[in-house]
T-cell receptor
Framework: DTGVSQDPRHKITKRGQNVTFRCDPISEHNRLYWYRQTLGQGPEFLTY????????KSRLLSDRFSAERPKGSFSTLEIQRTEQGDSAMYLC????????????FGPGTRLLVL | LAKTTQPISMDSYEGQEVNITCSHN???????ITWYQQFPSQGPRFIIQ???TKVTNEVASLFIPADRKSSTLSLPRVSLSDTAVYYC??????????????FGTGTLLAVQP
């Protein structure tokens, strides 16, 4: 297994456009997390899935954000009507809850909203 | 979730041992201590995790005193490639409603030749 992958790695968009990011977790992992990171700060939790169920969403996740994980495999994070404040690195992590849980992060998608 | 406090930055030279201390006065009984490393434009990478006393792996050692209110990440003989931000986190890693990670601003370790 090659770890958590994210696509695209970089995205530049104009304000008001919609963007969608994809995360492919480590194959046997049942939990998937999305985080957002701005410059100079640590990652901030956005939402997480256990299998296909979205179990928690942060207040950071406004109604312009939506995340899905159909069939409990890959996940998508969509941002509608992007704003300049959405510019950040969007990180995905996955984990397996059977034993002591360790989250493994992907390389992230860097979003720039012009 | 327990709040952590760690130095904003540290400087070192190649070949030295580096110790980064993290304070977590409100750590709960079920909480573990986990350290992540992050290079620019990459996701955080798990380094080490422990509950008490000492844990060692091929990358680092983690020292946790008996009261568990602090922990120290020890990196032996650092190299330039160890320049990164290091995050200390505490939380229950055996389930619960969510194990979302709460990151602080981390410690920027700068290793010089």
């Amino acid at each position: 297994d090659t770890g958590v992958s994210q696509d695209p790695r970089h995205k530049i968009t104009k304000r008001g456009q919609n963007v969608t990011f994809r995360c492919d977790p480590i194959s046997e992992h049942n939990r998937l997390y999305w985080y957002r990171q701005t410059l100079g700060q640590g990652p901030e939790f956005l939402t997480y899935f256990q299998n296909e169920a979205q179990l928690e969403k942060s207040r950071l996740l406004s109604d312009r954000f939506s995340a899905e994980r159909p069939k409990g495999s890959f996940s998508t994070l969509e941002i509608q009507r992007t704003e300049q404040g959405d510019s950040a690195m969007y990180l995905c992590a996955s984990s397996w809850t059977r034993d002591r849980e360790t989250q493994y992060f992907g390389p992230g998608t860097r979003l720039l909203v012009l | 979730l327990a709040k952590t406090t760690q130095p904003i930055s540290m400087d070192s030279y190649e070949g030295q041992e580096v110790n980064i201390t993290c304070s977590h006065n409100n750590i709960a009984t079920n909480d573990y201590i986990t350290w992540y490393q992050q290079f620019p434009s990459q996701g955080p990478r798990f380094i080490i995790q422990g509950y008490k006393t000492k844990v060692t792996n091929e990358v680092a050692s983690l020292f946790i005193p008996a009261d568990r209110k602090s922990s120290t990440l020890s990196l032996p003989r650092v190299s330039l490639s160890d320049t990164a931000v290091y995050y200390c986190l505490v939380g229950d890693v055996y389930g619960g409603a969510t194990n979302k990670l709460i990151f602080g601003t981390g410690t920027l370790l700068a290793v010089q030749p």
